[in-house]
């Protein structure tokens, strides 16, 4: 799967995580970007995106990421095998 | 985004605007969390936002580490709950030797636990329920117990009462019970309270209709066999004696161990005890409608009024 698979993925994930279904996954996108993405709704998209792609974000990565092409990136990177 | 807090009333203001100056990235939530608040809440948040600050002689330093302590806890169990769909820990020895054993850790917790009464929306609107639907229920003279009253916030609103006879408060923590002696005594509480170390399980017996009014707030979650302590407390209650219950679920926390998935199962457990449940309010946490939260599995604060009535459990 690659980038733009992913983001196109990650589309759902956050509408279904934010109930807002004018989100879409650009990959500029930040927490900042969305009014009801605060700390406590990050666990629950960071979940809803290990569930979604069957992976496990190690614990550096869950609060490390600064927009939604990092999150896009390191899903690929996990999906490859080449986690960090 | 702007400033939110200069809508707030002083209190809560100046603890808020502390809490941001630590936390900055925390002023998403607390919007939501100050959004929509009825103005009965509001008003409480900000007498619980003096007393608070009473109890600290008006310095947030300490306050506000707690809060920064409960915020990442909370983060770190509620990715362990969502990836597990349970908590952490399910029996007492657990969170004794972990948590309650660790005496640092519990300053900051209660320090925290605290600044959530006015910092979270679901704590401060149960703290409505309890001073503004239960209290205003209990009859002139009335006989009052509080299991696990921590801090003895709910305790000194209770003494307030003009109604309030007489207070008594458990603890199987005598670290516990001296901090709400201490906190009682900052507060400046008009009446005495009794305060006893011992567990529901052993100081029921004997203590029969005793009572009519028990408080049991943020208790159940931490119980092993909550059922049995709320059959108990049936017992000890005189015969319309009301029962107060605050428990979240879906909530986790380093010390819950005792997990509810709705709020209809933290009401079938109060019917369970034999009780009749008379009102109920159902908080979900900041930034949730009650539907999205039942939808989405988000913590939801459920406090009940149930009344004793004349049946056995």
Redesign the interface.
Known sequence: MNREQVLEQLTGVLREVF?NDDLVARPELT?RDV???????H??L??SV?KAFRI?FKTSE?SGFANIAEMAEAVVAHLAGRAP | MLRFTADLSPATRSFVEDILAAYP??E??LV?SFRDRSRSTSRLAEQTAGLIGRLHAGDHRRLVEGYLWI?RM??EE??HF??EGSYRNSSFAEVNASVYQNKADMVLYMDGLLATEVLWSQHARCMDFYVNTFVPKLPTGFRHLEIGPGHGLLLYYTAIAAACGSLEAWDISPASLELTAECLARLGAPKAVELRAGNVFEEAVDRAAEFDSVTLSEVVEHLEDPLRALRNIHGLLAADGLLYVNVPVNAPAVDHIFQLKSPSEAVALVEAAGFTVDETLCAP?A?YSLT?ALK?D?SISVAIVARRGPGRP
Not at chain 1, 35 to 41: G, K, R
């Open positions: 109930d927490a009014a009801e993405w605060d700390s406590l709704n666990i629950r960071i979940v290990e496990k869950v | 990235d925390h998403g939530y939501k915020c909370v983060m509620e990715l969502r990836r946490v930034g999205r989405a988000a």
